[in-house]
């Protein structure tokens, strides 16, 4: 019990020398550093020590005193560090417009008498208030506002900038729940969502008064188009502690939640143009900053033995949103379709990494080939100015296999043929056209012609109510017209599968882009760097039945799968009919 006795003391000694040993400072802070003239704001003076004695506040000489003071303590101690505060709170109200100081209030401790610093605040001209001004849907929307700040208003095409959703909160009023009831829309961009770790809260200034805010959401933004592009609002709903104006027994202010919607304001975006001045033949639409690079990984071969090509670029840019240069290698060189690589980090700087192509040449002679240089071209935003790369030629020496046989004359002296030389009348050319007209010339009255064109208003007229009944029956089958709809759509966007029948790799990969197209055309999403149980939620919330969602991700499951697997031609035709049929289904439920 003595050594209880003894620790407890201890701490409270710890406790008392940590506080002492703070140096004393009283602070002033108010609410607002603007406000109507027939607006109240709310004044606090703080002192961080204890024994503070004999306080006296400002004369308010411009202010009319509505409420205050009420004293509030609170001490704690965290992490082994002591804090203490003993405030003293007024609510006032101007009583004149313009630049308005708060004079110094005082304070006696140890001795001592100190001083808060005074503040000014700006009167404006008398705002509409509502009925009760204690209203909390009122006091709500005066201490929240949900922002949406943007990185640069006035981009190129390409260039990528970065929207921030922020959640000003005030001191006044505390958020106990939250939560995003409609996602903002980025149409005519590419976008794409940056990651954050967790919802710190910091402290910032809106309208030049100090909130507490959160990050709430960010976002990569490359625009596609120029125009007014137009980011939609993001809405919360967010349940809200206000101050009811009451308090309790003890003094403590009583509160009183409510739930609220709350939006951000629209914000536009207008795209500059890329110059056409300087713009190089071979640009295919990057935009930032590139290095670029041709490699080849051997170039010392033997037949049959294959070498790969990387064509590549990095540095910072819209990497995933251009093509790279193809490579051109001599008919000798058997090259395959490329592999693409990526390698890339999105932040609110932009997207940096590197992309690249990956061809595999087998030879088929021994010889030694060229491979030309390639060019790459790209638009520096900052610079405003187009910059084209170009590498080196490449050389491939394969030093064993079958000799290339070549066409060459066997004879010096063989025949050269030479035009034929005219000498008088020897020799002519034959003449092979010629031009006759008739001698008499047959009157059209009683002729063919004239009977046709006489008995053709009587064929046309029932031919023309056979078609008219044909399209109105057409254009009455609803159901018919729906399937004919969705068959022409199905083989719009898998047209390029089809071209790569019997080729697996690149029949697969266009397969799989054409659904992803398809949901990106019909839905107005980006569906390819999202995944498959995601897709599966978006389709149930568009009520899409079961058998058709299930069917959908079965094909995007089989072309991921049928990549690496032997597959027969047979297997490709019977997965692009499923392909067609999915789309034709899905048509007709979105």
């Known amino acids: 019990m003595m050594k209880l006795k003894f620790y407890i003391s201890i701490i409270i000694t710890l406790l008392t020398v940590s506080v002492v040993a703070q140096e004393a400072e009283l602070t002033a802070k108010v609410s607002k550093n603007k406000l109507g003239v027939n607006q109240r704001l709310r004044i606090e003076f703080s002192i961080n020590k204890q024994g503070g004695d004999h306080f006296s506040p400002p004369d308010f000489k411009n202010f009319k005193v509505v409420g205050g003071p009420s004293q509030s303590v609170s001490q704690s101690w965290i992490n082994g560090k002591v804090s203490f505060s003993q405030s003293y709170t007024y609510i006032i109200q101007p009583k004149r417009k313009g630049e308005v100081n708060i004079g110094a209030a005082s304070i006696k401790i140890g001795g001592k008498t100190i001083k808060s610093k005074p503040i000014k605040v700006i009167v404006l001209d008398a705002v509409e208030l509502p009925k009760n001004p204690n209203d909390p849907n009122y006091i709500a929307q005066q201490n929240i506002h949900l922002v949406a700040e943007i990185s640069k208003s006035r981009p190129y095409v390409g260039e990528g900038i970065y929207v921030e959703y922020r959640l000003y909160v005030s001191e006044n009023i505390n958020v106990y729940d939250y939560g995003v009831s409609e996602a903002p829309k980025y149409s005519g961009f590419w976008n794409q969502d940056i990651k954050m770790n967790g919802f710190p809260v910091k402290m910032g200034k809106y309208n030049g008064e100090d909130y507490r805010y959160v990050v709430m959401q960010k976002a990569l933004l490359i625009p596609t188009k120029t125009g007014n592009l137009v980011l939609d609002p993001m809405k919360m709903d967010i349940v809200i502690g206000v101050p009811t104006g009451r308090a309790d027994f003890f003094g403590n202010v009583i509160t009183r939640n409510i739930r609220k919607e709350f939006s951000s304001a629209k914000k536009v975006i207008r795209p500059k143009s890329l110059p056409l001045e300087g713009k190089p033949e071979n640009f295919t639409g990057a935009v930032g900053d590139f290095n670029f690079a041709v490699t080849l990984s051997k170039d010392i071969l033997k037949s049959n033995e294959s070498s790969q090509i990387k064509v590549g670029v990095t540095g910072k840019g819209n990497l995933k949103l251009f093509e790279l240069p193809e490579v051109t290698t001599p008919v000798e060189l058997e090259k395959y379709q490329p592999e693409r690589k990526e390698k890339v980090r999105v932040s609110s700087s932009g997207i940096s990494g590197t992309v690249s192509d990956l061809y595999t040449v087998v030879p088929q002679y021994k010889g030694k080939y060229k491979i030309p240089n390639v060019t790459f071209s790209y638009f520096n935003p900052k610079e405003e100015k187009y910059y084209?790369?170009?590498?080196?030629?490449?050389?491939?020496?394969?030093?064993?296999?079958?000799?290339?046989?070549?066409?060459?004359?066997?004879?010096?002296?063989?025949?050269?043929?030479?035009?034929?030389?005219?000498?008088g009348k020897n020799f002519r050319y034959i003449q092979t056209k010629s031009s006759f007209e008739a001698l008499e010339k047959e009157d059209f009255f009683k002729s063919n012609l004239y009977y046709l064109l006489l008995l053709l208003p009587l064929i046309a007229i029932p031919v023309g109510v056979f078609i008219g009944k044909q399209n109105e029956a057409r254009s009455n089958d609803i159901v018919g017209n729906k399937l004919r709809k969705a068959n022409r759509l199905a083989k719009k966007y898998l047209s390029e599968a089809k071209k790569q029948l019997g080729n697996k790799e690149a029949?697969?990969?266009?397969?799989?882009?054409?659904?992803?197209?398809?949901?990106?055309?019909?839905?107005?999403?980006?569906?390819?760097?999202?995944?498959?149980?995601?897709?599966?939620?978006i389709l149930k919330d568009k009520n899409v039945d079961e058998t058709t969602k299930?069917?959908?991700?079965?094909?995007?499951?089989?072309?991921?799968?049928?990549?690496?697997?032997?597959?027969?031609?047979?297997?490709?035709?019977?997965?692009?009919?499923?392909?067609k049929e999915v789309i034709v289904q899905l048509d007709k439920q979105l």
């Open 550 to 579: 299930k069917q959908f991700i079965d094909v995007l499951k089989s072309s991921d799968f049928a990549r690496y697997t032997p597959i027969t031609d047979t297997e490709m035709e019977a997965e692009f009919d499923r392909a």
């Open 507 to 537: 029949f697969y990969e266009a397969l799989e882009r054409a659904l992803h197209n398809y949901l990106k055309a019909k839905l107005g999403i980006e569906t390819t760097d999202i995944s498959k149980e995601k897709i599966t939620q």
């Open 388 to 423: 084209t790369l170009s590498s080196e030629d490449l050389y491939v020496d394969v030093i064993e296999g079958k000799e290339l046989i070549t066409n060459t004359d066997k004879f010096d002296n063989s025949v050269q043929k030479q035009t034929v030389k005219l000498t």
